[in-house]
């Protein structure tokens, strides 16, 4: 534009110099002066007025550029005064909203379904295959009575691989969906988990709840389930802590969770290797609108945040 209008403007000057220098041609080099400063004028003029238009869109760029896709999207609305710009980053941000939206809803709907299936899995696990062992266990049993003493030593080792495979299986099936946490809500699931890990790991552990998970929805309770059984199981598994601080806070429909070990910590920036334990973490939180917040370095402990809105 600038271009353009720099030509027209010299072709202007020079025709209407054409047309003076017929009736004046006595001072050339000064209608050349005159010439060569009005275009400059124009030049300058015209990338001024056009740098003034175009200044809001560039910041508007910007700003939509600093924009990350993986996150919640805080885009604010400065109220351009250049309309067709407002309304730009209006119409922008109902598209954020919108795609905001429907990755809460899709997510959701992920989330759900997937517990869906393992609730699914669960209870096939516990009523087929569960039966079959207890069915295989029944005629060990019938078995030992009429076998002879030499080989009762071997029906006794099968009875008991039986009955370590079924205690394996009612495990599994409670870790792939708790029926605590169907049955009797988020907080004795939670409570079984703790005493669960003080169990099979010795570590001490310390739950402090406050609030009540009633208003929370089923969403964010799974969610908020699932943080603490894979960040207590890690604090089990990789910590080597002495003691386990679990405490959880509800406040109407919003809650805060944190998990503090004291054990041997980590790099979460170097050491996170190839387990999904943290990334799965971060994506449910994530997919109820919460965030998660990892706290971790070597020698001084790990300490986890989920804030779920
Ligand atoms: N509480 C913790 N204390 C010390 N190290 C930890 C702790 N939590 C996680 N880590 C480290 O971070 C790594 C990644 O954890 P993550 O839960 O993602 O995977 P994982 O537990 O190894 O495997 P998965 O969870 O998939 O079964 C772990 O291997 C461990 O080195
Ligand atoms: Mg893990």
Redesign the pocket.
Known sequence: MVAANVVLVTLTLVAAGLVGGLENSSDDRWQLLILVLVILLTFCVNVWMLQRRFAPLEHLIDRIERIDPSERSTFELAGDPVAEIDRLAQSFRRLLQGVDDERRRSGKLVLRAQEEERRRVARDLHDEVNQSLTAILLRLEALAQDTPAERLEEVVELKRLATQAMDELLNLARQLRPTALDDHGLLPAIEAQVRGLEERSGIQARLEISGDPAFLDEEKQTVIYRVAQ?ALA??G???HARTVALALEVSGEAAELRIR?D????DPVV???D?????GMVERARLVGGELDLR?SPGAG?ELTLRVP
């Not at 054990?263 to 980590?266: C, E, L, Q």
Request: hydrophobic share 30%; glycine share 24%; aromatic share 4%.
């Open positions: 894979e890690n604090a598994r990789h910590a070990d054990g041997v910590g980590f050491s996170r290797g387990g999904l334990g943290l990334d971790s790990t």
